[in-house]
């Protein structure tokens, strides 16, 4: 039998001390319906720069009784952690920069601490093996010593990971949920995917990197949720402004460049009212604002102009329906 160390950490603090402070910091394992129908937690809704309030993309699909996750940023270990998600029936990547998938390893070290014995499928576009290998790679000797030193309390199967290869398409068809893989335009980064849940007449899908494109529009189309990556281009010129005037021209450059290849506020707004999505959720946000009322308005300013559904914009730990 598994031991599960926070758990007892927690209690040993709490024994400690005489407060049950310690207890409340982990919320409790989240309770899934097997009944329920598609939904999602947003567990990093930023971008590369560091903000305290926002780890990198990392976005929960949860299906019933089953979690998968789309992406696995920087830091999203906590925000998930924090959802009371403590296992996952899948991974799905959108691409390869490394702000979308650095965050595996401590994912899998911790479910592993927690006694989560068996290896979890990741599923992505050319690209998975050389990525996860990598990853797997850097933890080889801290899973050594992690089995010299506990032996079976701590689970092997967690770090090996089951990892396969797709071509846009049908990538995931089981107990009534199929996901499909559809081509974005993040160029020049290729292979770049968004995906498309449908699970009880209920449809949600998550973007990855993307400019609005004639792809990334049909990917969407009639969906009850869409989970969009998105950039501010009002606020993006102002940061250019600034940058030029300090003549910092390799930061004009750099903003410039990634401006190029994510998906603008007021053009997203207008290809979700084109294709019939219900409810557009913001994630991924460049650049990355405070999580606050305030920035957030700011942020999507004219989109409600463009767009008759609801808006919500993500911060790390939300959760949405459709």
Request: charged content about 20%; aromatic content about 6%.
């Amino acid at each position: 039998m598994a031991i599960n160390y926070t758990r007892a950490f927690v209690l040993l603090i709490t024994l400690c001390t005489g407060s049950n402070l310690a207890a409340q910091d982990r919320p409790p394992a989240k309770l899934l319906d097997p009944d329920a129908s598609l939904s999602a937690v947003l567990l990093g809704t930023g971008v590369p720069l560091p903000n305290p309030d926002r780890a990198t993309a990392c976005t929960a699909v949860i299906a019933g009784d089953r979690v998968f996750l789309v992406d696995t940023g920087r830091n999203c270990v906590v925000p998930l952690d924090q959802a009371g998600i403590r296992d996952i029936a899948g991974v799905f990547y959108t691409h390869y920069h490394s702000d979308h998938f650095i965050g595996l390893g401590e994912i899998l070290l911790n479910f592993g601490i927690d006694g989560l014995d068996r290896s979890i499928p990741v599923r992505g576009p050319t690209g998975a093996r050389e990525v996860i290998e990598g990853i797997l790679a850097a933890y080889r000797l801290d899973l050594k010593y992690r089995v010299t030193h506990h032996g079976e309390k701590f689970s092997a199967n967690i770090m090996q990971p089951v990892v396969t290869e797709y071509e846009p398409g049908v990538v995931y068809d089981e107990r009534g949920l199929k996901v499909t893989m559809f081509t974005v335009c993040h160029q020049p980064i290729e292979p770049a995917v968004g995906y498309r849940f449908e699970y009880q007449n209920t449809v949600l899908v998550v973007s990855g990197d993307t400019k609005v494109c004639p792809e990334f529009a049909e990917g969407a189309r009639g969906a009850d949720l869409l989970i969009s990556e998105v950039e501010n281009a009002r606020m993006l010129n102002a940061a250019v402004v600034l940058a030029r005037n300090s003549n910092d021209t390799r930061m004009v450059e750099m903003i410039r460049e990634g401006m190029e290849y994510h998906a603008e506020s007021l053009a997203l707004a207008r290809m979700a009212q084109e294709v019939g999505v219900k409810k557009l959720a913001l994630t991924h946000l460049f650049p990355s604002i405070p999580a606050n009322d305030q920035a957030e308005a700011l942020f999507i300013r004219g989109m409600n102009d463009l767009y008759d559904g609801p808006i919500i914009v993500g911060r790390d730990g939300i959760e949405i329906t459709p």
